[in-house]
Nanobody, 127 residues
Framework: QVQLVESGGGLVQAGGSLRLSCAASGRTFFDYDMGWFRQAPGKEREFVSAINWSGGRTYYADSVAGRFTISRNDAKNTVALQMNSLKPEDTAVYYC????????????????????WGQGTQVTISS
């Protein structure tokens, strides 16, 4: 498993932007499919975005498509989530997740697909 550490969360007003980053340990980061999930109080953890091992394919939840952008930098072992036009309903703890890619399956959009998780970073959007 890979160790993941998220950063970049905070408090912003609606309409603002935040950039989350996830730093991964290990030398084989390029082998991993990466995902972002979020969990609001009292709600289930939900899929936000994913990127495959090569960075060539990205996936987004309908609720964030067009506002969020996922990217990866294999030289720095990081994956980022650029979040624009933030809404109060984006408030949640955001988690980074990883799984060694099969290179034949697309990255999963459900939590059980991933076997490594970060500790989460709080994102709060005020109205």
């Amino acid at each position: 498993q890979v160790q993941l550490v998220e950063s970049g969360g905070g408090l912003v007003q609606a309409g603002g932007s935040l950039r989350l980053s996830c730093a991964a340990s290990g030398r084989t980061f390029f082998d991993y499919d990466m995902g972002w999930f979020r969990q609001a109080p009292g709600k289930e953890r939900e899929f936000v975005s994913a990127i495959n091992w090569s960075g060539g394919r990205t996936y987004y939840a309908d609720s964030v498509a067009g506002r969020f952008t996922i990217s990866r930098n294999d030289a720095k072992n990081t994956v980022a989530l650029q979040m624009n036009s933030l809404k109060p309903e984006d408030t949640a703890v955001y988690y980074c997740a990883a799984r060694i890619s099969s290179r034949t399956l697309v990255p999963g959009t459900t939590a059980p697909f991933y076997d490594s998780w970060g500790q989460g970073t709080q994102v709060t959007i005020s109205s």
